[in-house]
């Protein structure tokens, strides 16, 4: 039994029902049935346009006599040009990318009489499965269409500018053909100078660095036709622009914070220690400072830092926080460092100044007060007691002598504080108070103190003198007061056994302090004092001094004692 075929009329004639066994209904004009209409119809073909469509062509009975899915290639087109079957040209008017259409055409809207070969008979009423997958016209230009604006858009891509973008690239249709996400890298070129299909040479112009974007284009602006998928094929490219340079880009500063006021600017030559966090143009991180809990520290305008940080660096203050913007020719170039910097890629570092010095800088010392009264001035060998507060040049906390509730005291000359504050505290009065700033040669230099100085640090002492003890004559760490006795070793021999012994020895120097007739170098250690004073004089080493080997300092030149 043949198989029973429903007709529609077109234009208002009613449906028939016919027998199985009777022939099909006769059609007037195309009967078109849309089995499938997308959500959104962005265009819709006109007569003129150039269409890429598949295709099953059918009997009214359901047998296939055509089928551009077997052939595996699309049937591309002019509409309304006599290129096709006249039903077929006017099916295809007012059809979607992506509709579905079902399509009836009678004999005379098709092949005729006359039919086609021994493929299509005579009189034959001709059924068409129509899939529509593109759509574009001669006349067509690219078309942009932003879906994201990023809130601050500072500087738009201009002919001759270097880009680093992803894209999702797909027909029409959305068929997928390349991504640069799948390779996990970016898509690098210049614009406008014919690197790029002039389609995407046009719809990149005018982005900014964080905007999305579709590109639609025309195969006249795309590939034409060469190619094998995309051949006379529309293109959309999903585009994120993620950087942007010009190879004659230079430097980029924006002062985000000055400290006021600026006594001193960085200059080529001096050493800096600073805060970081670097990124892509994009937003993308990729290193800090802060991170590793640690400043970083150079020189600077010596070619020690990438050439764009070396130029940022410069004309900074302490304190100052700046964004730093280097183009790739000043920074890592177009290999990048890796997987953390890609090639070519704009670099943006926030700074923060903490401190800088020059290896040629000595201590600059500020008196905020001397009393009216100062004329004992501390000088070398002096023993001083004096308060401080110490920080660094950002006013992070070292240490205070406030908090333990006692004075640090030193010998001025011995080498028991770093010789900045030597120098500091060098002809200061009782009462008087100095700021000092000791460059990090003249303090704990590069090494630093572990977890209380950093590494090469500028050192800020706010001090005030409190106490201050007359030292001895330099090489002296004892003197008399008064005329040595002439007879002093026998006084020194308590038990008259013609020797003395280190506790005669120790004895007779103590006394001779207590009773103001002698004096031992303040700050040190008395006994450890006299007992260098014994050794010496004990020139045998024998644990006792004999008349013969004592000698006062006048009757030699070897020996600081007595």
């Given amino acids: 039994m043949k198989q029973c075929v429903h007709g529609m009329i077109y234009l208002a004639v009613l449906v028939a029902f016919a027998a199985c066994d009777a022939p099909p209904v006769p059609l007037d004009d195309i009967v078109i049935e849309k089995t499938f209409v997308p959500e959104q119809c962005v265009r819709a073909v006109k007569v003129g346009d150039y269409v890429r469509y598949h295709y099953n062509g059918m009997f009214p009975d359901g047998k296939k006599f055509d089928s551009s899915y077997d052939r595996s290639s699309t049937y591309n087109v002019y509409v309304g040009k006599k290129q096709l079957i006249e039903g077929m040209d006017r099916a295809l008017v007012g059809m979607c990318v992506n509709e579905r259409r079902l399509v009836k055409i009678p004999p005379q ?104 974007r579709i590109i639609t284009m025309p195969p006249s602006l795309g590939y034409g036709s060469n190619g094998d998928v995309i051949s006379l094929a529309s293109l959309v490219f999903d585009v994120v622009l993620l950087d942007l340079h010009n190879p004659k880009d230079g430097v980029s500063i924006i002062n985000q914070d000055i400290p006021q006021p600026c006594h001193r600017k960085s200059v080529a030559g001096d050493f800096i220690r600073y805060h970081y966090n670097g990124s892509l143009l994009d937003g993308t991180f990729f290193d800090s400072s802060y991170s590793r809990n640690r400043t970083y520290d150079t020189y600077v305008g010596k070619g020690y830092v990438i050439g764009g940080m070396d130029e940022g660096l410069i004309g900074v203050c302490i304190g100052e926080k700046r964004r730093i913007i280097i183009p790739p020719h000043l920074g890592y170039g177009e290999e990048g460092t890796g997987t953390k910097i890609p090639g070519s890629a ?75 504050m030597e120098e500091g505290l060098k002809e200061m009065c009782v009462g008087e108070r100095r700021h000092l700033v000791i460059p990090p040669h003249l303090g704990y230099g590069e090494r630093g103190v572990d977890g209380e100085v950093p590494a090469s640090a500028v050192l800020i002492f706010d001090i005030e003198m409190i106490e201050m ?93 007595l």
């Fill in 109 to 212: 809207l098709a092949y005729g009489k006359e039919g086609y070969g021994d493929v299509i008979p005579s009189d034959a009423i001709l059924h068409f499965d129509v899939l529509l997958l593109d759509v574009w016209n001669p006349d067509d230009v690219v078309q942009m269409k932003t879906y994201y604006t990023p809130e601050n858009c500072s500087r738009k891509v201009e002919v001759s500018d270097y880009v680093r973008y992803h894209y999702n690239g797909t027909l029409l249709d959305g068929t997928l053909f390349d991504s640069s996400h799948t390779r996990m890298r970016t898509y690098d070129t210049y614009v406008g100078i014919g690197w790029l299909i002039a389609g995407m040479d046009q719809g990149l112009l005018g982005m900014c660095v964080g905007e999305k």
């Fill in 346 to 420: 704009v670099l943006v570092f926030d700074i923060h100044i903490i401190d800088f010095h020059n290896p040629s800088d000595t201590v600059v010392i500020t008196t905020n007060y001397k009393p009216e009264v100062c004329e004992t001035l501390a000088k070398k060998g002096d023993f001083v007691k004096y308060h401080y507060n110490a920080s660094l040049m950002d006013g992070s906390f070292i240490d205070s002598t406030y908090n333990y509730g006692k004075t640090y005291n030193i010998v001025l000359g011995a080498n028991q504080v770093v010789p900045g």
């Fill in 469 to 561: 003890e007359a030292g001895l004559p330099d090489g002296y760490m004892f003197i008399w007061n008064e005329d040595v006795s002439a007879d002093l070793f026998t006084e020194m021999d308590a038990d008259k056994d013609l020797q003395v012994l280190a506790s005669e020895f120790s004895d007779y120097i103590l006394r001779q302090v207590n009773e103001g007739k002698g004096r031992l170098a303040p700050g040190f250690d008395a006994y450890r004092i006299i007992e260098n004073m014994f050794s010496n004089q004990d020139r045998n080493g024998d644990g006792k001094i004999t008349e013969d080997e004592f000698k006062l300092k006048a009757d030699e030149t070897t020996h600081d004692e």
